[in-house]
């Protein structure tokens, strides 16, 4: 096993573990040998879905199977990227290919798939010491994140039979109001007028849905496997959400996760995507950016970006909410719920004009 990819690997101790006996009689039945000496290993990094390094056939592969406990309606839906990587793929070459579903929960108590492995560079919340701070790179990484992002929104759904996926027609309208109750669900006490000002805010300002789009709905950099040599993409990952609808919205997700160094300490606790130390563009200069290279029109961008922002605060507040309610004992989420009401108070600073 090369250093990298060890790296990037927990420890069997630290894996959570998964009954691979029950995997490997599963996976036997489709006429698969799944190899379990030595044992799978859980990749490091990410705080929702489990992926696992797995030998198949004698290659490696991913098997990705949702968290543990209950889940919020509608998410992790393994059958949905599955459709989706076993189709796109064929338009986009960055995008591994999913090789199996099992489509039964009872095998180890959640649907999960198998993917295809790609090695390469995952940046996470930090950049790798030889490589921050340094200008050229964050001009490169910039050009990387946002030509890849319009290359997903120009596949043509139909040419890949995804063009019934989602439904494009009042994407934004629904969006607003899923996220405004998941909020409401998740909220910290106390919070609940600033919840109301933003959703209030937000159906004020609606705009229309732009021409429709395939969405990733969680493109960032650490969904991303890199070339090391040149940066650029070998694969992008995590396609769970993915839908169609407006491209504007998927891009100010990604914008979400794209912090300045004045931003908010809720930004920067984040530990999503490490803008600052990659020397990533200014916000404002990445908009000019995508805009320039799709031919969107962002005259009502601010919409989409508060509405993104939205999101992100409730996504926290969500996994806060699993370590509240006790369903996870994992340290790593008990700071989870601060940085959700952080980033809320934040998004009520851009509604309202005093931040970008």
Known sequence: MAPQED???????????LD????????????????TDPPPRQFAGGLANLNYLIRLDGALAVLRRPPMGELPAGSHDMAREHRILSRLPDALPFVPRSLHLCDDPAVIGQRFQILEYR???????????????????GDRLSHVLLETLAAIHAVDTAAIGLDDLGR?????????????KRGLAAQEDGTEVLHGEIGAWLERH????????????DYKLNNMILDPADFSPRAVVDWDQG?????????????SYWIHTDDPWAMHALAQMPADEACLWPRQ????????????????????????????????????????TGATMDPRYAKLSAIGTGILEFTQEIAQGRAF
Not at 243 to 255: K, N
Not at 294 to 319: C, E, N, P, W
């Open 119 to 137: 090695p390469g560079l995952v940046i996470r919340e930090h950049m790798p010491p030889e490589l921050a701070h340094r200008p050229e790179i």
């Open 20 to 35: 691979w006996e029950a995997v490997r009689t599963h996976l036997a039945a489709a006429g698969m040998r799944l190899e």
């Open 7 to 17: 790296a990037d690997l927990r420890t069997l101790a630290e894996s959570v573990a």
């Open 243 to 255: 839908t169609r609808g407006d491209p504007l919205f998927d891009f100010a997700t990604l914008l």
């Open 168 to 180: 494009p027609e009042g994407f934004l309208a629904r969006a607003v109001s899923g996220w405004r």
């Open 285 to 324: 200069k990445a908009v000019a950016e995508y805009a320039r290279i799709t031919g969107r029109d962002v005259s009502d961008f601010l919409f989409h970006r508060v509405l993104a922002m939205y999101k992100l605060s409730v996504i926290f507040l969500q996994l806060g909410l699993r370590y509240r």
């Open 206 to 217: 609606a705009v229309p849905d732009g021409k429709p789009g395939l969405l990733h709905n």
